[in-house]
Protein backbone atom coordinates (compact mmCIF):
# COMPACT_ATOMS: atom_id res chain seq x y z
CA UNK A 1 0.00 0.00 0.00
CA UNK A 2 1.46 3.66 -0.55
CA UNK A 3 1.74 5.82 1.87
CA UNK A 4 3.41 7.85 4.18
CA UNK A 5 4.26 6.89 7.73
CA UNK A 6 5.48 8.93 10.35
CA UNK A 7 6.29 7.96 14.16
CA UNK A 8 5.75 8.49 17.02
CA UNK A 9 2.06 9.56 16.25
CA UNK A 10 1.90 11.38 19.82
CA UNK A 11 5.00 12.57 21.86
CA UNK A 12 5.26 14.22 25.52
CA UNK A 13 8.27 15.60 26.21
CA UNK A 14 9.99 18.51 28.15
CA UNK A 15 11.91 21.68 27.09
CA UNK A 16 15.28 20.92 25.54
CA UNK A 17 15.35 17.18 25.38
CA UNK A 18 16.24 16.46 21.50
CA UNK A 19 13.55 14.29 19.60
CA UNK A 20 13.45 13.16 16.34
CA UNK A 21 10.06 12.28 14.32
CA UNK A 22 10.71 10.31 11.53
CA UNK A 23 8.89 10.21 8.25
CA UNK A 24 8.92 7.41 5.58
CA UNK A 25 7.43 7.17 2.34
CA UNK A 26 7.22 4.09 -0.37
CA UNK A 27 6.41 5.58 -3.33
CA UNK A 28 9.99 6.91 -4.21
CA UNK A 29 9.01 9.96 -4.27
CA UNK A 30 11.64 12.76 -4.87
CA UNK A 31 9.77 15.34 -3.06
CA UNK A 32 9.00 15.65 1.03
CA UNK A 33 8.56 18.22 3.10
CA UNK A 34 7.65 19.07 6.97
CA UNK A 35 3.98 21.36 7.86
CA UNK A 36 2.93 21.93 11.24
CA UNK A 37 -0.29 23.09 12.03
CA UNK A 38 -1.25 24.83 14.57
CA UNK A 39 -5.13 26.68 15.80
CA UNK A 40 -5.70 29.89 13.95
CA UNK A 41 -2.60 29.65 11.56
CA UNK A 42 -3.08 26.81 9.73
CA UNK A 43 -0.76 24.39 8.28
CA UNK A 44 2.79 25.84 7.51
CA UNK A 45 5.96 24.49 5.73
CA UNK A 46 8.61 24.05 7.75
CA UNK A 47 11.46 22.10 5.76
CA UNK A 48 11.52 20.48 2.10
CA UNK A 49 13.54 18.36 0.25
CA UNK A 50 13.61 18.31 -3.80
CA UNK A 51 15.82 15.00 -3.27
CA UNK A 52 18.64 13.21 -1.68
CA UNK A 53 21.13 15.51 -0.06
CA UNK A 54 18.85 18.66 -1.00
CA UNK A 55 16.72 20.37 1.66
CA UNK A 56 15.55 23.91 1.96
CA UNK A 57 13.54 25.92 4.27
CA UNK A 58 10.09 26.92 4.38
CA UNK A 59 8.37 29.24 6.22
CA UNK A 60 8.85 28.49 9.79
CA UNK A 61 12.15 26.74 9.99
CA UNK A 62 13.72 28.03 13.42
CA UNK A 63 14.50 25.31 15.98
CA UNK A 64 14.56 22.56 13.41
CA UNK A 65 16.56 20.79 11.77
CA UNK A 66 16.11 18.00 8.42
CA UNK A 67 18.58 15.83 6.67
CA UNK A 68 17.61 13.65 3.81
CA UNK A 69 20.43 10.56 3.34
CA UNK A 70 17.94 8.66 1.55
CA UNK A 71 15.48 8.95 -0.73
CA UNK A 72 12.16 7.26 1.32
CA UNK A 73 13.12 9.25 5.05
CA UNK A 74 12.99 12.72 6.11
CA UNK A 75 13.42 12.97 9.81
CA UNK A 76 12.64 16.05 11.30
CA UNK A 77 15.09 16.96 14.17
CA UNK A 78 14.54 19.36 17.37
CA UNK A 79 17.75 19.89 18.98
CA UNK A 80 16.71 21.82 21.90
CA UNK A 81 12.33 21.66 21.96
CA UNK A 82 10.90 24.86 23.30
CA UNK A 83 6.79 25.18 24.15
CA UNK A 84 6.53 26.97 21.41
CA UNK A 85 7.02 23.88 19.00
CA UNK A 86 3.99 22.10 20.63
CA UNK A 87 2.21 21.40 16.91
CA UNK A 88 0.52 18.53 14.71
CA UNK A 89 3.07 17.84 12.66
CA UNK A 90 2.94 16.47 8.89
CA UNK A 91 5.13 14.77 6.56
CA UNK A 92 4.32 15.30 2.78
CA UNK A 93 5.66 13.52 -0.57
CA UNK A 94 5.23 14.41 -3.93
CA UNK A 95 6.34 12.70 -7.46
CA UNK A 96 4.08 15.19 -9.53
CA UNK A 97 2.51 17.85 -7.77
CA UNK A 98 0.02 16.33 -5.73
CA UNK A 99 1.22 15.10 -2.07
CA UNK A 100 0.76 12.70 0.28
CA UNK A 101 0.61 13.34 3.82
CA UNK A 102 1.36 11.06 6.75
CA UNK A 103 -1.16 10.65 10.04
CA UNK A 104 0.37 13.00 11.65
CA UNK A 105 2.38 13.36 14.86
CA UNK A 106 1.00 15.88 18.23
CA UNK A 107 3.79 17.03 19.69
CA UNK A 108 3.60 18.35 23.63
CA UNK A 109 6.66 20.70 24.72
CA UNK A 110 6.29 20.98 28.49
CA UNK B 1 2.80 32.39 -2.01
CA UNK B 2 -0.28 31.87 -3.59
CA UNK B 3 -3.45 32.91 -1.45
CA UNK B 4 -5.68 30.66 -0.45
CA UNK B 5 -9.10 31.71 0.81
CA UNK B 6 -12.17 29.32 1.75
CA UNK B 7 -15.94 29.94 2.42
CA UNK B 8 -17.88 29.91 4.71
CA UNK B 9 -16.02 29.04 7.63
CA UNK B 10 -18.17 26.75 9.39
CA UNK B 11 -21.36 25.29 7.60
CA UNK B 12 -23.97 22.86 9.43
CA UNK B 13 -25.92 20.73 7.89
CA UNK B 14 -28.40 18.05 8.28
CA UNK B 15 -27.86 14.91 7.61
CA UNK B 16 -29.04 14.13 3.57
CA UNK B 17 -28.47 17.70 2.69
CA UNK B 18 -26.65 18.62 -0.12
CA UNK B 19 -23.80 21.02 0.56
CA UNK B 20 -20.92 23.54 -1.59
CA UNK B 21 -17.49 24.49 -0.44
CA UNK B 22 -15.70 27.70 -1.82
CA UNK B 23 -11.84 27.68 -2.78
CA UNK B 24 -10.42 31.27 -4.61
CA UNK B 25 -6.91 31.11 -5.26
CA UNK B 26 -4.73 34.50 -6.15
CA UNK B 27 -2.54 32.99 -8.83
CA UNK B 28 -2.50 30.33 -11.72
CA UNK B 29 -1.28 26.88 -10.33
CA UNK B 30 -0.29 22.90 -11.26
CA UNK B 31 -1.98 21.37 -8.06
CA UNK B 32 -5.00 22.23 -6.40
CA UNK B 33 -6.18 19.67 -4.00
CA UNK B 34 -8.75 19.08 -1.18
CA UNK B 35 -8.42 17.33 1.85
CA UNK B 36 -10.67 16.36 4.97
CA UNK B 37 -8.75 16.52 8.32
CA UNK B 38 -11.03 13.69 10.36
CA UNK B 39 -11.53 14.84 14.13
CA UNK B 40 -8.17 12.20 14.74
CA UNK B 41 -6.51 14.97 12.57
CA UNK B 42 -5.65 12.55 9.67
CA UNK B 43 -5.82 14.74 6.35
CA UNK B 44 -7.19 12.73 4.01
CA UNK B 45 -6.77 13.01 0.13
CA UNK B 46 -9.82 14.23 -1.14
CA UNK B 47 -9.44 15.36 -5.01
CA UNK B 48 -6.40 16.39 -6.94
CA UNK B 49 -7.65 19.27 -9.13
CA UNK B 50 -5.68 21.91 -11.02
CA UNK B 51 -8.45 21.79 -13.36
CA UNK B 52 -12.03 20.60 -14.75
CA UNK B 53 -14.29 18.20 -12.40
CA UNK B 54 -13.88 14.80 -10.86
CA UNK B 55 -16.38 12.92 -8.77
CA UNK B 56 -15.48 10.17 -6.08
CA UNK B 57 -19.09 8.61 -4.74
CA UNK B 58 -20.87 11.44 -3.46
CA UNK B 59 -18.04 14.25 -3.39
CA UNK B 60 -17.19 15.78 -6.74
CA UNK B 61 -15.22 18.98 -7.20
CA UNK B 62 -14.50 21.52 -10.18
CA UNK B 63 -11.80 23.89 -10.88
CA UNK B 64 -12.19 26.36 -13.31
CA UNK B 65 -8.04 27.65 -13.35
CA UNK B 66 -9.32 30.87 -15.53
CA UNK B 67 -11.51 32.54 -13.18
CA UNK B 68 -9.39 31.06 -9.66
CA UNK B 69 -11.44 29.22 -7.86
CA UNK B 70 -12.47 25.61 -6.44
CA UNK B 71 -15.77 24.47 -6.00
CA UNK B 72 -16.45 21.42 -4.03
CA UNK B 73 -19.93 19.51 -3.24
CA UNK B 74 -21.11 16.98 -0.77
CA UNK B 75 -24.54 15.66 -1.63
CA UNK B 76 -26.55 13.58 0.66
CA UNK B 77 -24.07 14.77 3.53
CA UNK B 78 -23.49 12.08 6.16
CA UNK B 79 -22.78 12.61 10.12
CA UNK B 80 -18.93 10.93 8.98
CA UNK B 81 -18.29 13.76 6.59
CA UNK B 82 -17.90 15.90 9.79
CA UNK B 83 -14.77 17.43 10.11
CA UNK B 84 -12.55 20.28 8.43
CA UNK B 85 -12.07 20.59 5.07
CA UNK B 86 -8.84 22.36 3.39
CA UNK B 87 -8.43 23.38 -0.48
CA UNK B 88 -4.43 23.75 -0.69
CA UNK B 89 -2.86 25.22 -4.19
CA UNK B 90 0.54 25.61 -5.16
CA UNK B 91 2.40 27.56 -8.78
CA UNK B 92 5.44 27.01 -9.70
CA UNK B 93 7.06 25.06 -6.62
CA UNK B 94 5.97 22.58 -4.97
CA UNK B 95 4.91 24.52 -1.26
CA UNK B 96 1.44 24.18 -0.81
CA UNK B 97 -0.74 26.95 0.67
CA UNK B 98 -3.43 25.71 2.79
CA UNK B 99 -6.76 28.14 2.96
CA UNK B 100 -8.22 28.53 6.86
CA UNK B 101 -10.81 25.45 6.14
CA UNK B 102 -14.15 24.98 6.05
CA UNK B 103 -15.34 23.19 9.40
CA UNK B 104 -18.34 21.12 8.26
CA UNK B 105 -20.77 19.30 11.03
CA UNK B 106 -23.30 17.14 9.69
CA UNK B 107 -26.09 16.35 12.13
CA UNK B 108 -28.09 13.43 12.11
Known amino acids: EAQVTQNPRYLITVTGKKLTVTCSQNMNHEYMSWYRQDPGLGLRQIYY???????DKGDVPEGYKVSRKEKRNFPLILESPSPNQTSLYFC?????????FGPGTRLTVT | GIQVEQSPPDLILQEGANSTLRCNFS?????LQWFHQNPWGQLINLFY???GTKQNGRLSATTVATERYSLLYISSSQTTDSGVYFC??????????FGAGTTVTVRA
Open chain 2, 27 to 31: DSVNN
Open chain 1, 49 to 55: SMNVEVT
Open chain 1, 92 to 100: ASSSHYEQY
Open chain 2, 49 to 51: IPS
Open chain 2, 88 to 97: AACSNDYKLS
